[in-house]
């Protein structure tokens, strides 16, 4: 089943709104490895590659208020919603996304 979800590479700005499998194997496949979520509000969530920091992939984005960084995601990255356990589409839409990585102090 496909939901729809933003991928944002290191290589992009702001990433892209898509639509992809939901499945285990292929968010493995787009963050290059194990993952690891990350919540990003009461129903949405980052996926990335839980050994980002550690491979020392590029920074993807920083998330903080705009002066303080709280955490860094490297590689990568998938946005989804939740509903319980399950992965649901984006409940965002790309204009929200890109506010939010501003806001975080993302250029």
Do not use: Y
């Not at 968010?27 to 290059?32: C, D, K, M």
């Not at 980002?52 to 920083?62: A, C, D, E, H």
């Amino acid at each position: 089943m496909k939901i729809k979800a933003i991928v944002k590479r290191t290589d992009e700005p702001a990433g892209h709104m898509t639509h992809i499998e939901n499945t285990l194997k292929n968010l493995q496949t787009i963050v290059g490895g194990f993952i690891e979520i990350v919540p990003v509000g009461s129903n949405a969530v980052i996926i990335c590659n839980e050994e980002g920091k550690i491979r020392q992939l590029p920074t993807n984005i920083v998330i903080g208020d705009g002066s303080v960084i709280w955490d860094a995601i490297c590689g990568d990255l998938v946005v989804v919603g939740t509903d319980g356990d399950e992965f649901t589409d984006v409940p965002i839409d790309f204009k929200t996304w890109k506010t939010l990585l501003k806001g975080w102090g993302n250029t």
